[in-house]
């Protein structure tokens, strides 16, 4: 048996343009910085039910939990 996109060029199980509203352009996506190291997050489909409390980019700044300072700030601790 042939594989769907063999046949067609397209893939079959792709939803519809429409359906989702999002064609593709992350830069129309929310953005947010990480707390802890101050690089942009983009939103994620895993983050849709509490994007609000999304407060790090990853498991490393999570475990860190500001011990680092924001890079983006640029501000020094006195």
Same mark, same amino acid.
Request: hydrophobic share 45%; glycine share 10%.
């Given at each position: 048996m042939l594989h769907p996109m063999a046949r067609t060029g397209k893939p079959t199980s792709a939803a519809p343009v429409g359906a989702t509203?999002? @064609?593709g352009n992350k830069l129309s996506l929310p953005h947010k910085p990480c707390v802890a190291c101050g690089r942009p997050m983009s939103w994620r489909?895993?983050?849709a @039910?509490?994007?609000?409390?999304v407060k790090y980019c990853s498991d490393a700044c999570r475990s860190a939990r500001g011990a680092r300072a924001p890079q983006a700030t640029g501000a020094s601790h006195g």
């Open positions: 509203g999002f @064609k489909r895993a983050w @039910k509490n994007w609000a409390e």
